[in-house]
C-alpha cells in the first residue's frame, strides 16, 4: 500500500502534466537578445524595442516547394522576436495543385487553419480512428485538438494557401512518414507492423530518409 502523501504526490503531477503549456508572460513583452537558438530568452532592455520587433515580412510570398507540392513557411520567435513568450506561433503554407500536406501532428500545440485561396480537403483523426474530413474553401477555419494526426490536400484547379496558427511558441510538428520509415526503427518491427516486406521497407526508406 502507498503512503498517502505518495498517492498525493502522484496525483498532484498528473495534474501537472495535463494542465500544462507554454508559460504565462510576466512583461508586456519579451524581445529576446540576438541568440536565438533556445525556445525561450532572456528579454533585452524594453526601452530598446521598436516597432520593427512586432512585424513580420517574411511570409509576403510562398517558400520553395517540396516535391508533395507543398511550401511551408513556419514562422516562430526564432524567426520573428515579437512572438517570445507569448505562447503562439504560425505558418503559412501554399499548395500547388495536388500538392499535400503529408499526415503529421504537433505535439504542443492546437492549431486553426484558416484558407486564404482555393480548395483544402482537410482532416484529423481521433484517438478511435475517426476521420474528421472535409472540403474547406476560402474564407473558412478549420481546428486540429493538440496531439492529433491531421492532414491537408488541394483539390482545386488553382494555387491553394492556409495560414495555421499555433497556441504554443514551440508547437513541433512530428510527420508520419518520416517519422516511421525516416528513423531507426528496427525494419523487422516495420515488417510485422505494415505488412511489408524487408525490400519494400528499405525502399521506403530510401525515399523518406535523411535527405
Same mark, same amino acid.
Given at each position: ?87 503562439? /506561433?504560425? !505558418? ?5 495543385? #495536388?500538392? @499535400?500536406?503529408?499526415?503529421? +501532428?504537433?505535439?504542443? %500545440?492546437? =492549431? ?65 512518414? /518520416?517519422? !516511421? ?5 528496427? #525494419?523487422? @518491427?516495420?515488417?510485422?507492423? +505494415?505488412?511489408?516486406? %524487408?525490400? =519494400? ?11
Amino acid at each position: 500500500m502507498f503512503p498517502k502523501m505518495t498517492v498525493l504526490l502522484v496525483i498532484l503531477l498528473h495534474l501537472y502534466a495535463v494542465s500544462a503549456s507554454d508559460p504565462d508572460p510576466i512583461h508586456d513583452f519579451c524581445i529576446p537578445h540576438t541568440d536565438f537558438s533556445s525556445t525561450f530568452h532572456s528579454c533585452k532592455n524594453s526601452s530598446s524595442a521598436t516597432v520593427e520587433d512586432f512585424v513580420f515580412y517574411g511570409v509576403k510570398k510562398p517558400g520553395k516547394f517540396s516535391k508533395a507540392g507543398l511550401s511551408a513557411m513556419a514562422v516562430t520567435s526564432s524567426v520573428f522576436p515579437g512572438l517570445n513568450t507569448l505562447g503562439m /506561433s504560425f !505558418v503559412r503554407a501554399d499548395f500547388d495543385v #495536388g500538392g @499535400i500536406n503529408v499526415p503529421h +501532428f504537433h505535439p504542443r %500545440a492546437t =492549431e486553426v487553419a484558416f484558407v486564404l485561396e482555393g480548395k483544402i480537403y482537410s482532416g484529423f483523426v481521433d484517438s478511435g480512428n475517426r476521420v474528421f474530413a472535409k472540403v474547406i474553401e476560402k474564407g473558412e477555419v478549420m481546428v486540429f485538438p493538440r496531439g492529433l494526426i491531421h492532414f491537408q490536400m488541394n483539390v482545386g484547379d488553382s494555387h491553394a494557401a492556409i495560414l495555421g496558427s499555433f497556441d504554443s511558441q514551440n508547437p513541433g510538428s512530428v510527420k508520419i512518414p /518520416s517519422a !516511421v520509415f525516416g528513423s531507426e526503427i528496427k #525494419g523487422e @518491427i516495420l515488417e510485422k507492423a +505494415f505488412g511489408l516486406k %524487408a525490400k =519494400e521497407i528499405a525502399k521506403m526508406r530510401k525515399k523518406l530518409g535523411p535527405q
